[in-house]
């Protein structure tokens, strides 16, 4: 995954402090904060007084950890209202945008990718590409910057992007005028850590109010991890707190700092105002979470690191956007994603949650260790976090047996989940994926002959996606009194489709019928690909009473990309695809092409298509550079994190690579350092550099004169004998003195 190089320094940092204390000192885990006292409600600090005495005495721990820390090396990190345009995404919420990638304004589409923002207008039948600005702030370097997703406000667009190089959120606001034109307006730093997760999105918007989470973990001093933002460019550039005191929240269970201290804010801004204006609330405590957006409250899931094997400090807490205060309560296990939660219209919150330890005896049965459950809890049981989930409101459920990235959706009145490839290869076999009835105690097992990749809502009903290794299987699934598969559509040669949520959409015509699309990629090709090509095509399928038929596909042009001097945001974590539906018409964007479709006898067929890609002149990638690198997930079973130094020689196409590097891994709980050196080939093609190194191949783009990034992945060999793929993020930064 991307962005960890600066997770990896705090946990390394603040969680072996705390290790090498306890050893030290011959005591457990300094606590740095008890929990709250008895109250209905979180209890914030009283006063900026106060605030700064429990700052005092975190900044005397810490120093006491880094004095402590010196005597040894550190042991290994452990563990660890509808919106006001025709909607095109495919949200988890209804009346709740999530940041995407295509947005709709007017009679335009407003697409970002990789760094800048285009828009292309389709009124009055027209398909025609109208402006395009970087999605930035005008004269600064954004190399190392990452610009993700998008929201539509009224005559604002609003762009979200993390800088490593400033550390904080970037808000991007800029101007759309009738005609598609596009202004830079401002731009706004918000304090806080990388908010990315390769399953959810930082950003929503309900009406005209962006709501954005992010954490902040407490590195040396409270204060100057307190929420805040500033104007780039304004008058003196200072940072203007967003959160009060009387807005920031106790933890309310034990903190330790091997927990990784962290404010957890949920920031609120008024888009409509001419100076954007923030405010924020923040919870303190652990860095493990989850987070999920109704359309009234914020509800966060916080887990404490492991305690000799088990998860202990979960809690679940719910912070109303109205600004009342928030509410928390004990709980256990922890969720897979934000689809794992639903607030339903009877006052409860559902959570799908995968436990550590055995929880309870309801029925005579026990939610066994490692095993799930569905958390069903009255919104009226959390108050100030005192009180723990009864063992009853846990419903134990089946596990799934097949390996592989747990899937989860809730459907109605039902939460279906099943284990698929997720950014892997699709492997062949037979699947046991669930369907159980939040409200009663309804279980149906639901066999397919593929793996769940996907789970989505199709009118009442559902359809369940997935590969088998040499094609992608469509599955309908009836829910009603009981959950039933109705009908498939295989689709060969096609192994997976998009993995990111917003990659499918379904548009309903009737009760029962309604129109599908989703990016496919070729058969035996695992998910991580559309970090490095993009999808071959679109495929659209119609439902008629949950039978599933195939209307055709859109088809990408392979030469439409080319190069196109990326600057910011030069891999498509997000996917680079999506099926739109607008307005009776038919798209299929893919890359920096808009395809249009039309039905002709129960077919789609392409109509017209245009492509708004910026051309450039080519780049030299020669000369010596310092890069580096992390591959794998930290607290996973693979992880390392390398730097060093590599030379580049090009000629014409073919790249040939030296490099040295010093290399700390982590694998299997078992971390090693060394130094290691090596070759490398590959080719250049514009602003593009790809390598081969052994079993690991890069991927890299220029962002900036002196500056390349990109992603990575190996075919890596675990010491018990298994095999599997990493994926990773690289970057380099040419020294002095070298080519141009």
């Given at each position: 995954?991307?962005?960890?190089?600066?997770?990896?320094?705090?946990?390394?940092?603040?969680?072996?402090?705390?290790?090498?204390?306890?050893?030290?000192?011959?005591?457990?885990?300094?606590?740095?904060?008890?929990?709250?006292?008895?109250?209905?409600?979180?209890?914030p600090?009283?006063?900026?007084?106060?605030?700064?005495?429990?700052?005092?005495?975190?900044?005397?721990?810490?120093a006491?950890?880094?004095?402590?820390?010196?005597?040894?090396?550190?042991?290994?990190?452990?563990?660890?209202?509808?919106?006001p345009?025709?909607?095109?995404?495919?949200t988890?919420?209804e009346?709740?945008?999530?940041?995407?990638?295509?947005?709709?304004?007017?009679?335009?589409?407003?697409?970002?990718?990789?760094?800048?923002?285009?828009?292309?207008?389709?009124?009055?039948?027209?398909?025609?590409?109208?402006?395009?600005?970087?999605?930035?702030?005008?004269?600064?370097?954004?190399?190392?910057?990452w610009?993700?997703?998008?929201?539509?406000?009224g005559?604002?667009?609003?762009?979200?992007?993390?800088?490593?190089?400033?550390?904080?959120?970037?808000?991007?606001?800029?101007?759309?005028?009738?005609?598609?034109?596009?202004?830079?307006?401002?731009?706004?730093?918000?304090?806080?850590?990388?908010?990315?997760?390769?399953?959810?999105?930082?950003?929503?918007?309900?009406?005209?109010?962006?709501?954005?989470?992010?954490?902040?973990?407490?590195?040396?001093?409270?204060?100057?991890?307190?929420?805040?933002?500033r104007?780039?460019?304004?008058?003196?550039?200072?940072?203007?707190?967003?959160?009060?005191?009387?807005?920031?929240y106790?933890?309310?269970?034990?903190?330790?700092?091997?927990?990784?201290p962290?404010?957890?804010s949920?920031?609120?801004?008024?888009?409509a105002?001419?100076?954007?204006?923030?405010?924020?609330?923040?919870?303190?405590?652990?860095?493990?979470?989850?987070?999920?957006?109704?359309?009234?409250?914020?509800?966060?899931?916080?887990?404490?690191?492991?305690r000799?094997?088990?998860?202990?400090?979960?809690?679940?807490?719910?912070?109303?956007?109205?600004?009342?205060?928030?509410?928390?309560?004990?709980?256990?296990?922890?969720?897979?994603?934000?689809?794992s939660?639903?607030?339903?219209?009877?006052g409860?919150?559902?959570?799908?949650?995968?436990?550590?330890?055995?929880?309870?005896?309801?029925?005579?049965?026990?939610?066994?260790?490692?095993?799930?459950?569905?958390?069903?809890?009255?919104?009226?049981?959390l108050?100030d976090?005192?009180?723990?989930?009864?063992?009853?409101?846990y419903?134990?459920?089946?596990?799934?047996?097949?390996?592989?990235?747990?899937q989860?959706?809730?459907?109605?009145?039902w939460?279906?989940?099943g284990?698929?490839?997720?950014?892997?290869?699709?492997?062949?076999?037979?699947?046991t994926?669930?369907?159980?009835?939040?409200?009663?105690?309804?279980?149906?097992?639901?066999?397919?002959?593929?793996?769940?990749?996907?789970?989505?809502?199709?009118?009442?009903?559902?359809?369940?996606?997935?590969?088998?290794?040499?094609?992608?299987?469509?599955?309908?699934?009836e829910?009603?009194?009981?959950?039933?598969?109705?009908?498939?559509?295989?689709?060969?040669?096609?192994?997976?489709?998009?993995?990111?949520?917003?990659?499918?959409?379904?548009?309903?015509?009737?009760?029962?019928?309604?129109?599908?699309?989703?990016?496919?990629?070729?058969a035996?090709?695992?998910?991580?690909?559309?970090?490095?090509?993009?999808?071959?095509?679109?495929?659209?399928?119609?439902?008629?009473?949950?039978?599933?038929?195939?209307?055709?596909?859109?088809?990408?042009?392979?030469?439409?990309?080319?190069?196109?001097?990326?600057?910011?945001?030069?891999?498509?974590?997000?996917?680079?695809?999506?099926?739109?539906?607008?307005?009776?018409?038919?798209?299929?964007?893919?890359?920096?092409?808009?395809?249009?479709?039309a039905?002709?006898?129960?077919?789609?067929?392409?109509?017209r298509?245009?492509?708004?890609?910026?051309?450039?002149?080519?780049?030299d990638?020669s000369?010596?550079?310092?890069?580096?690198?992390?591959?794998?997930s930290?607290?996973?079973?693979?992880?390392?994190?390398?730097?060093?130094?590599m030379?580049?020689?090009?000629?014409?196409?073919?790249?040939?690579?030296?490099?040295?590097?010093?290399?700390?891994?982590?694998?299997?709980?078992?971390?090693?350092?060394?130094?290691?050196?090596?070759?490398?080939?590959?080719?250049?093609?514009?602003?593009?550099?790809?390598l081969?190194?052994?079993?690991?191949?890069?991927?890299?783009?220029?962002?900036?004169?002196h500056?390349?990034?990109?992603?990575?992945?190996?075919?890596?060999?675990?010491?018990?004998?298994?095999?599997?793929?990493?994926?990773?993020?690289?970057?380099?930064?040419?020294?002095?003195?070298?080519?141009?």
């Open positions: 995954m991307r962005r960890l190089p600066l997770f990896c320094a705090l946990l390394v940092s603040v969680v072996s402090l705390a290790a090498c204390a306890g050893a030290g000192a011959g005591a457990g885990p300094p606590i740095i904060l008890p929990p709250q006292q008895e109250d209905s409600t979180l209890t600090f009283a006063s900026e007084e106060e605030l700064a005495e429990v700052n005092a005495e975190l900044q005397a721990q810490l006491r950890m880094e004095r402590i820390r010196r005597r040894g090396p550190p042991p290994p990190p452990p563990s660890p209202p509808a919106p345009e025709e909607s095109i995404t495919n988890q919420t009346g709740v945008d999530e940041g995407g990638i295509v947005k709709v304004h007017g009679e335009h589409l407003v697409v970002l990718r990789r760094g800048r923002l285009f828009t292309v207008r389709i009124g009055g039948d027209a398909l025609q590409p109208v402006a395009a600005v970087d999605a930035f702030e005008p004269g600064i370097d954004p190399g190392n910057s610009y993700d997703e998008m929201l539509v406000s005559d604002n667009v609003v762009v979200i992007g993390y800088s490593y190089a400033r550390r904080g959120t970037e808000l991007g606001i800029f101007r759309i005028g009738a005609d598609g034109s596009l202004a830079h307006r401002a731009t706004y730093h918000l304090r806080s850590f990388d908010y990315y997760s390769s399953r959810n999105y930082a950003s929503r918007l309900i009406g005209g109010r962006l709501i954005f989470y992010a954490p902040i973990p407490v590195r040396r001093d409270l204060f100057s991890s307190l929420p805040g933002m104007r780039v460019g304004g008058a003196d550039g200072a940072w203007v707190r967003t959160a009060t005191a009387q807005r920031i106790r933890p309310a269970a034990e903190l330790r700092l091997q927990d990784v962290t404010l957890h949920v920031t609120i801004c008024d888009l105002a001419a100076d954007l204006r923030c405010e924020s609330t923040a919870l303190l405590g652990p860095y493990g979470r989850e987070f999920y957006v109704s359309a009234g409250s914020v509800y966060l899931w916080t887990s404490a690191f492991a000799g094997g088990e998860d202990e400090g979960a809690m679940l807490y719910r912070m109303p956007l109205d600004g009342s205060a928030p509410t928390g309560l004990r709980v256990q296990g922890r969720p897979i994603d934000q689809f939660f639903l607030e339903s219209g009877d409860h919150l559902n959570v799908l949650t995968r436990v550590e330890r055995p929880i309870g005896q309801q029925a005579g049965r026990e939610v066994r260790e490692r095993g799930l459950a569905l958390l069903r809890v009255p919104l009226s049981l108050g976090g005192r009180s723990a989930a009864p063992a009853e409101l419903r134990p459920l089946p596990n799934t047996q097949e390996p592989g990235a747990l989860n959706r809730y459907v109605g009145d939460l279906l989940y284990s698929g490839a997720g950014w892997g290869t699709p492997r062949p076999g037979e699947t994926a669930f369907a159980a009835r939040w409200a009663d105690s309804q279980l149906s097992e639901l066999r397919l002959p593929h793996g769940v990749d996907r789970i989505e809502a199709m009118g009442p009903d559902a359809v369940v996606i997935g590969g088998d290794g040499e094609a992608l299987h469509f599955t309908s699934v829910l009603g009194r009981t959950a039933r598969t109705a009908a498939r559509y295989t689709r060969p040669g096609a192994s997976q489709g998009e993995t990111r949520s917003h990659g499918f959409f379904y548009r309903p015509e009737g009760d029962d019928t309604g129109l599908l699309g989703l990016p496919i990629r070729g035996d090709r695992p998910g991580y690909e559309h970090l490095q090509r993009g999808s071959a095509s679109i495929l659209f399928l119609r439902n008629q009473a949950l039978r599933l038929q195939e209307l055709g596909e859109l088809a990408a042009d392979p030469e439409a990309d080319g190069d196109d001097a990326c600057r910011a945001s030069c891999v498509d974590w997000y996917g680079n695809a999506r099926p739109i539906f607008l307005r009776g018409r038919v798209f299929a964007l893919m890359g920096y092409e808009l395809v249009e479709g039905m002709d006898d129960a077919r789609i067929r392409e109509r298509r245009v492509s708004f890609a910026p051309r450039v002149e080519p780049r990638f000369g010596d550079w310092t890069f580096t690198e992390t591959i794998g930290q607290g996973g079973a693979y992880y390392c994190a390398s730097e060093g130094s030379r580049l020689d090009q000629d014409g196409s073919a790249v040939r690579m030296r490099y040295r590097q010093t290399s700390e891994c982590t694998i299997e709980g078992a971390t090693t350092r060394g130094d290691s050196e090596g070759t490398g080939r590959g080719t250049a093609h514009g602003h593009e550099l790809r081969e190194v052994e079993t690991c191949r890069y991927n890299a783009t220029f962002g900036a004169p500056w390349i990034s990109g992603a990575l992945r190996c075919q890596v060999r675990l010491p018990g004998g298994a095999e599997t793929v990493v994926v990773g993020r690289w970057s380099a930064r040419r020294q002095s003195g070298t080519s141009d």
